[in-house]
């Protein structure tokens, strides 16, 4: 394999084994966008795509085959939450989390960074790793590089991420961020030196460096040389100003290879993950899809409901119109995504609107249609892409959430403009 040369030092690095293919299929004549497959271990995913978070190897509300029939091929489960429950000698003794959990296709590991922002109070940083408190019991664990590979070993997943420094993007602290930053990229040296199956487990290094875009350029640079299988942008969905957000994808997706694919870590709401596809950007994550659905909302093409609200007591029209969801289709008609469902289930928003308050089944049949729709969005802006009719596809999944131009977000309007999308145009 060819050498990358870090100039600095004059260092080498030998680009890593990769267990994935990534072939770019189309890009948008117009923005950022791309189209590609993406070959894992456990089968074939097509980007941009979202991914589920199932965290502690279970999608809150859904089952395995649910999940499966809801077409998703690629899911989240949590590395530092799985080593402490069920643990890793669990994990070794049944082989996995897939065998754990009945998932027969692909799965991402986050290392376990994200809880040093998340569970900050449990948590103290060093040069070694982050020890914690459980939040099971109080007792303490050391999570280092190494022992987040390891733990990631025994999992199993199809992408696994290197353990980061991760500093909330609204601190002040440029000190502490700028530390945190080359701490990462020392930490994934150690991660690749500690990942012991990369023949069947991919490592995504993550790149950090707040809001800075000359922290993040630098970053990138640096993770880049490292040749590791895909690139992760993470620290962001921490409360940022959404044009800081922007600015910061786009700073990296201009500067990663375009042979690789490009996660940005943490992000669910439609309008982020529409736009930052148009940023250049291929893959996304987010609870909020499960974590709104038990609020008793629901995303549709038509924008958020919150089927709660009185006014939807006697509305007997399905939950979103133009969804082809099983919970949306009328009864009787097929559902041709998977042969679990079969049918459509024909569920109304006054049903909905009952159970919301009183029964789990409420939230169970939302996390269905959410997941759901955001699956099928990320579809349909491939096929778009694929069409190279990605601007076209913008604008009116826009005018069906906003409904007038005035309404759509300043952020999205400037972002999509910096990459030669204008969403008020007229098609």
């Not at 027969?104 to 290392?111: A, E, K, P, Q």
Request: charged share 20%; net charge negative.
């Amino acid at each position: 394999m060819a050498q990358a040369i870090n100039t600095a030092t004059k260092e080498t690095f030998t680009p890593m084994v990769s267990a994935l293919t990534f072939d770019l299929k189309a890009k948008c004549s117009t923005t950022r966008a791309r189209a590609a497959t993406l070959t894992l271990p456990h089968g074939k995913v097509q980007t941009p795509i979202y991914m589920p978070v199932a965290t502690q190897a279970s999608l809150k509300g859904l089952t395995p085959e649910q999940l499966e029939g809801l077409t998703c091929r690629l899911c989240l489960n949590n590395t530092y939450h799985l080593g402490l429950k069920p643990g890793q000698d669990v994990l070794d003794k049944i082989g996995g989390a897939h065998k754990l959990q009945g998932w027969d296709h692909n799965l991402l590991t986050d290392s376990g960074g994200f809880q040093m922002v998340s569970l900050l109070e449990l948590a103290k940083v060093t040069e070694e790793g982050v020890r914690f408190l459980s939040p099971h019991d109080g007792t303490p664990m050391l999570l280092t590089p190494e022992h987040s590979i390891s733990l990631q070993n025994s999992i199993g997943s199809d992408i696994i991420m290197q353990l980061d420094d991760v500093i909330a993007t609204t601190s002040p602290d440029k000190a502490r961020m700028e530390e945190a930053m080359y701490r990462s990229i020392r930490w994934l040296d150690r991660c690749i030196a500690a990942h012991a199956k990369p023949e069947t487990q991919n490592l995504f290094c993550i790149i950090q460096g707040g809001l800075d875009p000359e922290m993040r350029k630098e970053c990138c640079d640096e993770m880049v040389k490292r040749g590791t299988p895909g690139i992760a942008i993470g620290g962001l969905s921490g409360g940022e100003d959404k044009a800081a957000y922007c600015t910061v994808v786009s700073t990296c997706t201009e500067r990663l290879p375009e042979d690789k694919p490009r996660y940005v870590m943490g992000v669910g709401y439609p309008e982020d993950l529409l736009v930052s596809v148009a940023l250049g950007a291929d893959m996304f994550d987010c609870v909020w899809a499960t974590r709104t659905a038990r609020f008793g909302n629901a995303i549709t093409s038509q924008g958020l409901l919150k089927l709660r609200n009185a006014n939807y007591a006697n509305d007997t029209g399905p939950v979103d119109p133009e969804c082809t969801c099983p919970i949306c289709l009328p009864v009787g008609t097929p559902y041709p995504a998977s042969g679990y469902f079969g049918e459509g289930m024909g569920i109304t928003r006054a049903y909905i609107h009952h159970l919301a308050a009183k029964e789990t089944a409420g939230a169970h049949l939302l996390t269905m249609h959410n997941v759901y729709y955001l699956l099928d969005m990320m579809t349909r802006a491939r096929a778009a892409i694929v069409e190279d009719k990605y601007p076209q596809f913008m604008r009116k999944t826009f005018k069906g959430w906003y409904g007038k131009k005035e309404d759509f977000p300043e952020w999205a309007i400037t972002a999509c403009r910096g990459v030669g999308l204008d969403l008020l145009a007229d098609d």
